[in-house]
Every structure is written in C-alpha cells, then in structure tokens.
C-alpha cells in the first residue's frame, strides 16, 4: 500500500502534504464477498474478495497487485500499470465515461498526448467537474478526443 501510495503521489505530481488528500490510514481487509465480487473500497476501508483470491489463475501477485492499485484509487485518485487481462483493448468501447477500463484506457491516450494531463484534470476536479477541462487542457472536447482515440486504434 505505501508503494501505491508513492506511485500515486508522483503520477498526480503530488509533491508537498498541501497538494495530497490527508489521510491517515488506509486499512484492508480480506472478507467473504461472496463469489461474484473482486473488492470495494468504502472510505478509507478497502475489502478484498476471499472467493476471488482463490480463482486467481497465474501471477497472483500482479493480479492482487492490480486490484489493490485499483482500490487505492478509490482514495489517493489514480491509475496505475495493472490492467486486469478481462479489462477493455485500447480502442475498445462506445463512449469514453462507458466504465473502469474504457475511461482508463483513453484517460492514459490523453496524458500521452499531454504528460501530466491526468495530474492536471484531478486537480480540476477538486471542485467538481466540467466538459469544458478537456478543452482547457488539449484544445478539444472529450468526444473529440474519443473519435481521435478510437481512429488511433481503427475501431471507429
């Protein structure tokens, strides 16, 4: 968890306290879900899957890995390198707010185009949100940007 944390602090370029959310503690959990649930993150409380644990296939450290990053999100804000193998390929999907791995994947096409771009669009949403920040950051509407992200790809 600190290693997410510092991960997060320097992809949102969170430098100093003043730029960080306070949190004091972060605690997890390994609870029966039951069988159909990964985690969920409820304030500073991650719960993780035990039934999940048990059908992790393969690198069950970077699939734990993943979904911690995932849930850490929930409260430092972040995306991190642990995408899921069932999450959407680049390209994939029909609108850029369709869900965890669409929004994702463009919001990653988007800092390319910008590094720093998601540091930037989190601080902006401090108070609340706006179609208009994409256009204050890359010049173009977010469904612009997700015609150009799906051209990219050739999924239009």
Same mark, same amino acid.
């Given at each position: 968890?600190?290693?997410? #944390?510092?991960?997060?602090?320097? @992809?949102?370029?969170?430098? #100093?306290?003043?730029?960080?959310?306070?949190?004091? !503690?972060?605690?997890?959990f390994v609870?029966? @879900? *039951?069988?159909?649930?990964?985690?969920?993150?409820?304030?500073?409380?991650?719960?993780?899957?035990?039934?999940?644990?048990?059908?992790?296939?393969?690198?069950?450290?970077? &699939? $734990?890995?993943?979904?911690? =990053?995932h849930e850490?999100?929930?409260?430092?804000?972040?995306?991190?390198?642990?995408?899921?193998?069932?999450?959407?390929?680049?390209?994939?999907?029909?609108?850029?707010?369709? *869900? =965890?791995?669409?929004?994702?994947?463009?919001?990653?096409?988007?800092? &390319? @185009?910008?590094?720093?771009?998601?540091?930037?669009?989190?601080?902006? @949403?401090?108070?609340?949100?706006?179609?208009? $920040? $994409?256009?204050?950051?890359?010049?173009? !509407?977010?469904?612009?940007?997700?015609? &150009?992200?799906?051209?990219? =790809? *050739?999924?239009?």
């Amino acid at each position: 968890m600190a290693e997410a #944390t510092g991960f997060i602090w320097n @992809l949102f370029q969170q430098t #100093t306290e003043a730029d960080r959310k306070s949190v004091s !503690t972060v605690s997890l959990f390994v609870d029966d @879900l *039951g069988p159909d649930s990964i985690a969920f993150t409820s304030g500073n409380v991650i719960h993780f899957s035990d039934d999940y644990i048990e059908r992790i296939n393969g690198d069950i450290k970077n &699939d $734990f890995n993943g979904v911690l =990053y995932h849930e850490m999100t929930h409260v430092w804000q972040l995306k991190a390198n642990y995408a899921p193998v069932n999450w959407a390929a680049p390209g994939d999907g029909d609108r850029w707010d369709q *869900g =965890y791995s669409y929004t994702a994947r463009f919001l990653d096409y988007c800092n &390319d @185009l910008r590094d720093g771009f998601v540091a930037e669009l989190n601080k902006k @949403l401090r108070d609340g949100y706006s179609d208009e $920040f $994409f256009v204050q950051l890359l010049g173009k !509407t977010a469904d612009q940007l997700w015609s &150009d992200y799906k051209a990219k =790809y *050739g999924k239009t």
